[in-house]
């Protein structure tokens, strides 16, 4: 098969640019699940760049699951899980140009909805793994991956009840890209009981199946985290006229 890649200039952690050129083909479907990935020495050689390089990147991507090595056979492309999906998406968000408050904006027009939606098809199940990371949120009230999990989680359990599958890849994706600010809002020690508070709304609601109430708890919630992470970023500068303005 020929291969669809172009030598790269040689840099600092040269394995991760190689990463990223494989990455991009298999997530674009220029390679599929089950195509073998061409010998080391065949892609040091399209690549321009050192075996060792190549073994590196080999090592990363199968890591990241996205190929499989068989010792005597080859390196093969892995079938696309959501986690792939996920991880695709992210990269293609995360742009300069993409605030906090462009995925928070997002999260408000996506996670409304999907409150509703979860009231009206949970199960049982749902609200006990709901319940279960409201109990973790509530025991991790400082700033700990932890508390900063069971929250993403809860949220994403949301999206699970909804059953529609689309929705669990979206809101994830901005539950994964949001989840550095969260740590930041963490630190607030203060927010932290007004949030558990949102969220005990959210889930009563939504075990009761009241869709509208879920929604409303859903968007006080949010405008709630919208007007910290508005406090985080600090008042608009002010224009200060010089002297010879004055």
Not at 57 to 72: C, D, P, Q
Not at 138 to 160: K, M, N, P, S
Not at 186 to 209: C, K, L, N, P, T
């Amino acid at each position: 098969m020929s291969v669809p890649f172009d030598p790269i200039r040689p840099k600092e952690r040269l394995f991760q640019e190689i990463v990223e050129h494989v990455q991009a083909q298999i997530l674009s479907g220029e390679l599929k699940p089950g195509d073998r990935i061409p010998a080391e020495r065949e892609l040091a050689t399209h690549f321009g760049v050192s075996r060792a390089a190549v073994r590196e990147a080999i090592k990363s991507l199968a890591e990241k699951g996205l190929v499989e090595v068989h010792v005597g056979r080859g390196t093969f492309v892995a079938t696309l899980t959501t986690d792939h999906v996920v991880e695709s998406m992210s990269l293609l968000l995360r742009d300069a140009r993409n605030t906090p408050e462009h995925l928070q904006e997002a999260r408000e027009i996506l996670e409304v909805p999907i409150a509703r939606l979860a009231a009206q098809h949970r199960t049982a199940e749902h609200i006990e793994r709901l319940r279960a990371h409201m109990r973790t949120m509530e025991a991790q009230q400082h700033l700990t991956r932890a508390f900063i999990d069971a929250d993403g989680d809860f949220h994403y359990e949301l999206a699970r009840a909804t059953g529609n599958p689309v929705l669990e890849i979206v809101s994830r994706t901005l539950l994964t890209m949001l989840r550095s600010e969260r740590v930041f809002m963490v630190g607030f020690r203060d927010e932290i009981g007004g949030a558990i508070r949102s969220h005990a709304e959210i889930v009563a609601a939504v075990e009761r199946q009241d869709a509208e109430a879920a929604g409303t708890a859903m968007a006080t919630h949010l405008g709630h985290v919208s007007a910290v992470l508005r406090s985080l970023r600090g008042p608009a500068p002010v224009a200060v006229a010089t002297s010879a303005q004055a």
